[in-house]
Protein backbone atom coordinates (compact mmCIF):
# COMPACT_ATOMS: atom_id res chain seq x y z
CA UNK A 1 0.00 0.00 0.00
CA UNK A 2 3.16 2.71 0.79
CA UNK A 3 4.18 2.57 -3.22
CA UNK A 4 -0.07 3.55 -3.82
CA UNK A 5 0.04 6.45 -0.63
CA UNK A 6 3.22 7.65 -2.49
CA UNK A 7 1.43 7.68 -5.96
CA UNK A 8 -1.51 9.75 -4.32
CA UNK A 9 1.23 12.42 -2.71
CA UNK A 10 2.74 12.75 -6.01
CA UNK A 11 -0.70 13.16 -7.53
CA UNK A 12 -1.27 15.99 -5.29
CA UNK A 13 2.26 18.04 -5.63
CA UNK A 14 1.89 17.53 -9.88
CA UNK A 15 -1.23 20.28 -9.44
CA UNK A 16 0.33 21.95 -6.78
CA UNK A 17 3.34 22.22 -8.96
CA UNK A 18 1.19 23.64 -11.46
CA UNK A 19 -0.34 26.62 -8.79
CA UNK A 20 -3.71 24.34 -8.57
CA UNK A 21 -4.34 24.24 -4.89
CA UNK A 22 -8.27 24.05 -5.50
CA UNK A 23 -8.66 19.95 -5.73
CA UNK A 24 -9.58 18.20 -2.62
CA UNK A 25 -10.92 14.47 -3.70
CA UNK A 26 -7.79 13.32 -2.20
CA UNK A 27 -8.26 14.54 1.47
CA UNK A 28 -11.02 12.42 4.06
CA UNK A 29 -13.62 15.04 5.03
CA UNK A 30 -12.49 15.07 8.52
CA UNK A 31 -9.06 16.09 7.28
CA UNK A 32 -6.59 17.52 10.61
CA UNK A 33 -4.58 20.10 8.53
CA UNK A 34 -1.50 21.41 10.44
CA UNK A 35 -0.54 24.54 8.41
CA UNK A 36 3.52 25.87 7.70
CA UNK A 37 1.94 28.79 10.55
CA UNK A 38 1.59 25.88 13.05
CA UNK A 39 -2.49 26.40 12.96
CA UNK A 40 -4.10 23.46 12.88
CA UNK A 41 -7.84 22.53 12.16
CA UNK A 42 -10.04 19.56 11.19
CA UNK A 43 -12.04 19.12 7.91
CA UNK A 44 -11.84 20.32 4.12
CA UNK A 45 -13.62 23.42 4.50
CA UNK A 46 -10.89 24.45 7.35
CA UNK A 47 -8.44 23.43 5.25
CA UNK A 48 -9.35 24.89 2.31
CA UNK A 49 -9.89 28.35 4.28
CA UNK A 50 -6.21 27.58 5.31
CA UNK A 51 -4.72 27.73 2.11
CA UNK A 52 -6.83 30.20 1.15
CA UNK A 53 -5.27 32.87 3.98
CA UNK A 54 -2.06 31.84 2.34
CA UNK A 55 -2.28 32.22 -0.93
CA UNK A 56 -3.30 35.62 -0.63
CA UNK A 57 -0.72 36.85 0.98
CA UNK A 58 1.44 35.50 -1.87
CA UNK A 59 1.67 36.08 -5.73
CA UNK A 60 3.82 34.01 -7.61
CA UNK A 61 3.48 30.80 -4.90
CA UNK A 62 5.37 28.17 -6.39
CA UNK A 63 5.92 24.32 -4.47
CA UNK A 64 8.97 22.17 -6.11
CA UNK A 65 9.14 19.15 -4.64
CA UNK A 66 13.03 17.73 -4.22
CA UNK A 67 12.21 13.84 -2.80
CA UNK A 68 9.18 11.54 -2.04
CA UNK A 69 10.13 9.68 1.20
CA UNK A 70 7.96 6.80 2.11
CA UNK A 71 8.23 6.92 5.73
CA UNK A 72 5.52 3.75 6.28
CA UNK A 73 2.79 2.26 5.15
CA UNK A 74 0.47 4.89 6.21
CA UNK A 75 3.22 8.32 6.01
CA UNK A 76 4.58 9.88 2.91
CA UNK A 77 7.40 12.50 3.30
CA UNK A 78 7.79 15.55 0.90
CA UNK A 79 10.79 17.33 0.87
CA UNK A 80 9.92 20.88 -0.80
CA UNK A 81 11.32 24.21 -1.79
CA UNK A 82 9.33 26.99 -1.95
CA UNK A 83 9.33 30.51 -3.18
CA UNK A 84 7.05 33.29 -3.67
CA UNK A 85 6.46 37.13 -3.41
CA UNK A 86 4.47 38.79 -0.64
CA UNK A 87 1.18 40.32 -2.37
CA UNK A 88 1.40 44.07 -2.87
CA UNK A 89 4.70 44.38 -1.91
CA UNK A 90 5.72 42.67 -4.32
CA UNK A 91 8.71 42.05 -2.40
CA UNK A 92 10.25 38.68 -2.43
CA UNK A 93 10.33 35.49 0.23
CA UNK A 94 12.77 33.96 -1.29
CA UNK A 95 13.44 30.14 -1.52
CA UNK A 96 13.09 27.82 1.27
CA UNK A 97 13.80 24.32 1.96
CA UNK A 98 10.58 22.70 3.83
CA UNK A 99 8.17 19.16 3.82
CA UNK A 100 4.81 17.91 3.74
CA UNK A 101 4.07 14.86 6.10
CA UNK A 102 0.98 12.95 4.89
CA UNK A 103 -0.71 10.72 7.04
CA UNK A 104 -2.91 7.86 4.57
CA UNK A 105 -5.99 5.89 5.44
CA UNK A 106 -7.68 3.70 2.32
CA UNK A 107 -6.25 5.81 -0.25
CA UNK A 108 -7.22 9.54 2.00
CA UNK A 109 -4.95 11.83 3.28
CA UNK A 110 -6.33 11.74 7.43
CA UNK A 111 -3.41 14.17 8.35
CA UNK A 112 -1.63 16.66 6.61
CA UNK A 113 1.16 18.74 8.25
CA UNK A 114 2.99 21.48 6.53
CA UNK A 115 6.67 22.32 7.68
CA UNK A 116 8.54 25.62 6.38
CA UNK A 117 11.92 23.92 7.62
CA UNK A 118 13.38 20.81 6.38
CA UNK A 119 14.95 19.63 9.72
CA UNK A 120 11.66 19.71 11.67
CA UNK A 121 9.67 18.10 8.64
CA UNK A 122 12.31 15.02 8.52
CA UNK A 123 11.85 15.00 13.15
CA UNK A 124 8.24 15.00 12.69
CA UNK A 125 8.90 11.60 10.13
CA UNK A 126 11.12 10.41 12.88
CA UNK A 127 13.93 10.55 10.24
CA UNK A 128 17.50 13.18 10.40
CA UNK A 129 19.59 14.43 7.83
Do not use: C, Y
Not at 16 to 31: H, L, M, R
Not at 104 to 129: H, M, N
Amino acid sequence: MSQANVEIVRSIHERWAAGDFSASEWADSDIEFIGGDGRAGRGISVMADMWRDWLKAMDDFAVMPDEFVDVSDDRVLVLARFSGRGKGSGAPVGEFLGGSLFNLKGGKVVRLALFTDRQEALEAAGLSE
